[in-house]
């Protein structure tokens, strides 16, 4: 079979293989593999991040006992660091420990998987053979990544499952403890169920007291020789340290936190999660879980974590629903049979306590049918019928207000009356005919369009509860609150709101709380009967509103969950479009693009990168980018500038000799940062080819030379011919004296020939320094201030020789250009202003954004307008004397070697009074077509 029909098989096998429920499937995956590569082995390992190890999770012909038992430590991976840059590694099995030693071949390739640049998977190759495993390519690279992120997934799909089935446990146990009638009963079966659904393997329920410690009352998965202390004080161990703080506490480790370890039990604890019991906001005692269960399919880790902790923590809270309302059923049970002895005299609140018993058996039922329904809108319907039904809480009419917690508000939803006629109060008509309350509610709630009930009093209405002085109580300190006409005539607007919209003076508002907070409320009234709201009445709405609170919230939740995880389906197949969006932007620049690790490993290339340095993409991924050859080192040497610099730098019409040909390049080096911006994470460099643009350049450069050497043979000849008279005229006079012996007038001409000579040679030497082509420039760092003082010491004789003070006033800053050609640049511009100035000449430095400025001023005549425009052009003097190629090779000096600028300060404005000569140095320089 060939490589592409084996990749489709391999595919195929992925889409049929159950790797969530099953590990064999990741062993049957580690054969396609082994396959696909002809190789005689193949074992799959994963990194667990808490153990520092790769564990193995699937192979093709190891003993599948080794599966989850066999590991590696990450010390003991060979060459390692290579791994984890993405590198493959080849060695023999005898290189690895003894322990580890468990592989059938004698010859392994290591094949790394990398996931956002970790090393995330490990996987063996296998075969007796070297050379097929050495001339394993790096090709495979991507294949294995894929691989390693579907196996990852699978893994975490796995907790995701383990999680799903945790949920609905948690529903089971709502059946469970709600069926139970003793509360002995209930601890026990609770306790059982949440130790099976959390797959735990022991876990006890410590209850504090009449002496104020906690006593061990309930217990799974122990015996009695294990529990070494049934009585504890507060803050002993874990469990006191929960009861003390009233907090729950999540154990991973007992070597991280030897709470849990205490000397209360004769167990090897490894992980622990504690919550504590609430009865009326009083703690009542602990239950902790110890230790998860070892479980056939693999997972990443065995401690507990936060999702348990939660799951705990609602375990706890519906635990504590219950045990309040068994201590209130039971202790209205022992008011009840002791006023039945007392019937006769106490009728009245005999029927108090059957209405308050037909309560509670109400109030669950109605829970019963809300936790049934996994549907909000369903939930709301048999929320709203079951306070307003005879058989239910009875209310006239009933209002819910959903929560909105971005905005901070309450937005009624619906309204509900009862349209029931007032004679069915008390027949029970709805449990007489359907014989059950829940069953009718359910059924009711079907056929019921809650559109009926949005009144239009209704719509566009919101209550900001933390400003409003009834649903502060309610939503924040979830009070349920009874308004009476007396309340509302001293509280004022915000209860005559209510009251204009209920149009009543009468209501209750009850807050539906949650596991944590509040998450809707309920406002009810008996508007029609005007029936008096009875105390016991009130007490059972706490019970009805707890129980609806977490209805609600797990519904609410579980619409989140869903609704994350189809988001986080979309994001994923939005990242891979991106992904596939971004590699094709960068294949199809016209520049060449190269990225680099810190390490100056090549982590990114592209198509044009390919045709510039003739090297395969696949040939130079994971490859040092100095790899390329001797044309690339001082590219290096600029790219690790970036990490000091931390900004962009510009190389401009770099030239570089490639295998065939030299090229001219414009190359950008940009720091790589990572999101937070805290961190270079590598180097882009862009290689824009630009040889076409500087040949056609150094073409124009060549023809305007040709086009201006007429103009400069003339203005030569002119510079020259005054010299060469003056030459020609005292030699004819020399000859003459010497004929008639006049020694001293001869060595006078003598003088002045030499003098002459002197100055025919400087004009020459000036016209070759103009005239001749760039040479090559030596970039250092140095300090301008050192140069500025060196050339104040140079001509402060001279300065003084003509009555002129010579200033300075420089700040230091440390340059990269030519030192000598810059100074020669100065010198020009300081010995000008000295022939120029009359009193004064100074020399100002400073620094201005990413420019160093360097200003030369003298109190000499200024400049004209006229003047300014032919300043800078070759032979152009206003002296008697000089060549007018000063200020030419100056400009040449400062903008062409060094990418600055020269130029004359204030030419036309009457406010300057002085020439000033600026030059203009960029800090962060690198020479202009050189290295």
Known sequence: MNQQNRMIKIIHTLLNLDIVHSDEGVNLLAEEIGALLNVQECSIFVYEKEKLAFRLIGTSILDRRFVKQFKIKEFQVPSIQDLKRGSSVFLEKKALEDENRKFESENLLICPILDDGLLDSLIFLGDESPEKLQALDIKNYDFFRILGKIIRLSIENRLLYENVGKLLGLTRLSDVVTKTEAISELYERSLKMTCDVLNVENGSIWLANAEGDLEIGYWYGLNENQLLKRTIPVGHGMVGWCYKHKKPMLSISVKK???????????????????????????????????????????????????????????????????????????????????????????????????????????????????????????????????????????????LLAKDIKSQTLIPRYWMARREQEGTRGSGSATGKYGNLSQHLREKAIMTDLKEYESDKLRNRVFPYKSHAIFEKAVLRKKIVQVTPEMIREWGNEYRELKNLLETDHFIVVPLVGRLETVAVLIVDHFSSQRVVKPHLIESLKIFADNAGLALENVLNYDEL???????????????????????????????????????????????????????????????????????????????????????????KYEYSGKESKQYLDIKFTPLRSLEMARIEGIIIMFDDVTQKKLLEDEIHRQEKLASLGEMSARVAHEIRNPLSVIGGFANRLINSIETEMKEKSLRYLAILNSEVERLEGIVEEILEFSRPRQRLEFVEFNISDVIEDLRILYQDKAEEKGIRLTTDIAGEMLFGDKRRIKQALINLIQNALEAGVTFVSINGYRQDAYYYCEIKNDGEKISESVVKNLFSPFFTTKVTGTGLGLPISKKIIEEEHGGKIFIHGVGDQKVKETVFVVQLPIENHPIGTT
């Open 257 to 399: 936190d030897p709470r849990a370890a205490l000397d209360m039990l004769a167990v090897d604890i490894k992980s622990s999660i504690a919550v504590p019991l609430f009865h009326e906001n009083e703690i009542f005692g602990v239950i902790i879980l110890i230790n998860r269960k070892d479980q056939e399919l693999y997972r990443p880790y065995k401690h507990f974590d936060e999702f348990d902790l939660a799951l705990l923590e609602d375990f706890a809270a519906r635990i504590s629903l219950i045990v309040s309302k068994m201590t209130y059923y039971n202790q209205l049970s022992k008011d009840y049979k002791e006023l039945s002895e007392l019937s006769a005299s106490n009728e009245s609140l005999l029927e108090t306590q059957k209405e308050q018993v037909n309560l509670l058996k109400n109030i669950t039922a109605i829970n019963r049918a809300m936790r049934e329904s996994y549907d909000i809108q369903n939930i709301y319907t048999i929320l709203l019928l079951g306070a307003t039904e005879y058989a239910g809480l009875g209310f006239d009419r009933a209002m």
């Open 562 to 652: 869903r609704a994350k995880t189809l988001t986080l389906e979309r994001q994923t197949s939005l990242l891979n479009y991106h992904r596939e969006f971004s590699q094709s932007i960068l294949e199809s620049l016209d520049v060449a693009i190269v990225v680099l690790d810190r390490e100056n490993k090549i982590r990114e290339w592209n198509r044009r990168a390919e045709t510039l340095f003739q090297r395969a993409k696949e040939q130079v991924l994971g490859m040092g980018f100095d790899m390329l050859g001797p044309a690339v080192f001082d590219l290096l040497n600029v790219a690790d500038r970036v990490y000091e610099v931390k900004n962009t730098i510009l190389l401009t």
